[in-house]
């Protein structure tokens, strides 16, 4: 049907079997083994250490257990990671850690193709109740709950979310109201939305909690800070007076994780609970902090906690890259349908459809894991301290608040396509799609709601915006962009450089005349985002002179578009990461069929918003219906490296563990084609009835 | 933030607490009780009496269950279906049963809201296994197996997917091998891609089966053919000599059904085991079928088994109201952040991304709930034998392959969509969607690949095409378009009637100036279904000149965009469903706003594809541009009345069975701002760190 093979010659790789012979013998080759390395990227070592731990069996998800024995089996397996030196990292280096924040997430990460319960919990643990100890609490605090906090002695809550509040965290109602004459706050909880709910170790296994709630002292609330609060006895496990809770019971995935219910009557807890890096109540009830504005102390302290979002990030990422080895490996071993050949049935891989469904996609994950090196990167030099001004700490947030819904809508839609690619073997639980994807549901949720962290991109780049043109009228935008310092410089994860390469570059139009180019692609993509955003801004003009209910109106009538304009913008990002990447590869024929996968991305991007550049005149009519065209042809191009490109993300059969990916899938092939070869050279087989009825009629009629 | 209250006054129903008054007092009401009867459709009576046993606790999913304890409930509950006289419609008034197809898929498919394993394990029993006896057996087979079958006597498989073939049936490699000196069949598995797989009853079960095989007699293959095969002793539950199987485990969905493997080791059956409605062997080896084409034997023994498409079409609309109902109930009551006041926080169904989140889905849930009425009516007409022409059933078998994938890709998008707009709650199994959402997953691959099945579309829209326009040389479609017999009459699920509208009503570009209007929309939704089959059809000329494998890698570069076509011209379905719908309102409100919902769908189908229609030149670019906003302003006269709509759908509290849509929210809500009020009318609140910094500031420049 198509004349390829399934990997070009001399690779090492022996070819799968095909009746095709390789037509262009010129055509270039991937280096997999230099391409891996590359994929692990700066935290390797961190990396590999991870894989080799969430490659035993120890630490795999058994699949059908009933969500208490798999919450056991889970708490259990956290205890075998401290045993073995996994999740310390992040910590200092004075307690037994290494002050290495990057490769603590890139080795966080890489747990999730174990069990995306142990790498949640663990994040529960060590990411969240951990780190807001550690970044939240000052040395005293550190000195007395680090060390059983890393140890899993202290199993705890990062209890912030509540029923009744989970985006907009600044709303939350529990408060810890201080009383100078015992110099302890009293935790409480008002009313029922306000319990903390979906609280991870909440449930069965929390000694303690980091509890959020509004610091309230002297008749003034001083907004949302960070309690340690003892939750249960350590010895009987039961909670202490005044606390209680619910277990939130079975979830959609994840479930080796206890999540609950926690609330608070009137606990009493020392002053020296809070948490009070950014805050400080003195013993008579004197509130200091080293932040004066309210808005910005708020999103400094939630801005420490970021981590989750960038581990999340690169778990999904994690993520599709197994389930693509999966399904791109049985595709090209599975056969269906014989239209070319009377005796051979097609590859599934050799489909022009099926090649649309798995490789974009590939070619969005690559994208995706360039983006997330580029986010860890980012993070680890703000946590390292190596550049830590305000500016790069709202870069960091930004591009994490831009890569993470799309990296796990993204993994979500992957493991949903490969579980259909592979027919009604991907639904069986043995092959993981469907309990990966279950258990990754919820990725686009927790760590801050897609939809919505797209939106607080949108607003940094109408903030962007309106500091570039300071003429342009943008009062209603200092009712939503919050927490943007002004003076500040305009980093690489905002809008400046967008608009500095279109400053540079000179008018779209040109640009887009090669869509198939490196400038190309950047014109059409920038020039989107740009546009979108001043459109969303040109719109928002003047709602500074409209009540708040009139003004929030307005914008809410642009909701829509601004939230687009945030995910063109995230999706910018990524196809920069991408194209930066390949800077960095040496081979020429890696390069080669990298920047194929690349083009891909860029122009499935193009072709997804195809209206827009059409009703925008960047497009041509005729232009616009040679997207689709190259797409195609670059699918044709990238379907030899396929097995290559998905073996280079490094991941082995037992991280896979897919039983649609060991090969089984050729051998019972092979076993039918034998069967049927053997059955006509024997001259034994039963004829064809359609064969005798074709003879009978050339009979007669000759 | 928007002026709405959640119902139009005078409705009968409470309006939800709301700070803005209702502006516009002659906006239309939704008659909600008439417009539920529409909804429940021809088969109401039956539906009603389903919904009532699926509202049984008794039936209902018990989330968190091991799946084999699942399974043994799922089999208890056949059992009270049967006692309860649920499930024998279909078949034989003679034998019980009361000849009624159309209300036998319509009590089915209700079944889905207690249990989808329930619905799914019913459909094996009685859908597949018994009307396999019943439409390819005779009144021999009907009177010895039907009454063990009915009553659940005897648990049964329908063995037709094996591990080698699932889309490409007539593949299958089981033999069923006739030898006249015993009168048997000889039934064999001749190697492992032959197993019989993902077989519902086979894991546990099933003590009898319908095994398709290759009809072997006298050295000639027949082709696929449907036997009866006893599987276990009904004494031991063992396994009969010859046969053999596995478990297939833990699954992504569906735990309550025992789906497992089955293989057969030269297994002797009496010849009187062929179902011989359609191909019968004489004692003496002789074959004989009333059809005298292999091919279209193998269709029309296919074909009488459409109704699991049918059911699932219809299970999957089902499961869509319910998600929808309990979504947009929560996002009625949901309140997070207030940026249009200081003291309310703004309900979700407010904000403009919500509404166009659940309003666009709730739109195609009406449209392939009323398309998928006329599916069933069409079911009904053809077997009942009201219309029961060849043309008829390709009909049917058109409708039911465009409508099946797009219903159940719908069903999946939509629960996920409702998941993420219940934030953390979506994703507690409390709430059900995704509980709902992994059980239907499969239902986008079994009973038809969606992908496999658009394909048979676009082969039947080409093939009408050819009839069409017979100059054109279309010799390539002979090798894919299977069972069109020349001379049928072509009927509404095929392509004559999109050209017949072209030509009844002149230039699309005209119709579209009111892209607003039914006929605009028809108009454009037609034209692109007409161009897009035309383009594939002249790009496939002369492709019969080729050799076999280079016409299917021409038609292989063709398959996206084939498949795209087939997408549209299901979509036009729908929308022609919605729209003859429209006819039968006579409430002027609900009309008014049903039409409105209507033109929701049909320009969210044209903003979908809106780049075919600027590159094709269907639309001005300046038109184009105002798709987006017409549908914005859509949701805004949508939203007062989205209660009514998901009410309509006439399921109540024992279906939704979610905590989310319970008004427990609404409590909540209420109960955390009368706290607020109260502290406020108190003087006793905490007052806020900003407001006193703004109070000082103030009082410095003053």
Known sequence: MTEVVDRPAGKGHKPATTAHPVTDHAQPAVNVDALGRQLLGKWAAVRLQSRDLAGRPELHKIEGMTHSDHRARVSGQLKYLVDNSAVHRAFPSALGGSDDHGGNIAGFEELVVADPSLQIKAGVQWGLFGSAVMHLGTEEHHTKWLPGIMSLEIPGCFAMTETGHGSDVASIATTATYHPETEEFVVHTPFRAAWKDYIGNAAIDGLGAVVFAQLITRGVNHGVHAFYVDLRDPRTKEFLPGIGGEDDGVKGGLNGIDNGRLHFTNVRIPRTNLLNRYG???????????????????????????????????????????????????????RQFNASSHTDEEVLLDYQRHQRRLFTRLATTYAAGFAHEQLLQKFDDVFSGATDTDADRQDLETLAAALKPLSTWHALDTLQECREACGGAGFLIENRFASLRADLDVYATFEGDNTVLLQLVAKRLLADYAKEFRSVDFGVLARYVVGQATGTAIHRTGLRQVAQFMADTGSVQKAAIALRDEEGQRALLTDRVQTMVAEAASALKGSNRLSQEKGAALFNRHQNELIDAAQAHAELLQWEA?????????????????????????????????????????????????????????????????????????YGDEHVRAAVATGAEKIRQDEARAHFRAQRASGKAAVDEKVLLARTAAGRHS
Chains 1, 2 share one sequence.
Do not use: C
């Not at 808005?295 to 389930?323: C, E, H, N, Y």
């Not at 081979?587 to 195809?610: A, Q, Y």
């Open 578 to 650: 991408f194209t930066e990447a390949l800077r960095d590869v040496t081979d020429p024929g890696t390069k080669t069929v990298l920047t194929w996968l690349r083009d891909l991305f860029g122009l499935s991007l193009i072709e997804k918003n195809l209206s827009w550049y059409l009703m925008n005149g960047r497009l041509s009519m005729q232009r616009g219906r040679t997207v689709g065209e190259y797409i195609n042809r670059l699918l044709v191009k990238i379907r030899p490296h396929a097995l290559d490109l998905v073996d280079a993300f490094g």
């Open 280 to 334: 400080d109540v003195a013993p008579d009830g004197t509130y200091s902090s080293p932040i004066a504005s309210p808005g910005r102390r708020f999103f400094t302290m939630l801005g420490t906690l970021v981590q989750g979002r960038v581990s999340l990030d690169g778990a999904a990422v994690a993520a599709s890259k197994v389930a693509l080895k999966a399904a791109v490996h049985y595709a090209a071993e599975r």
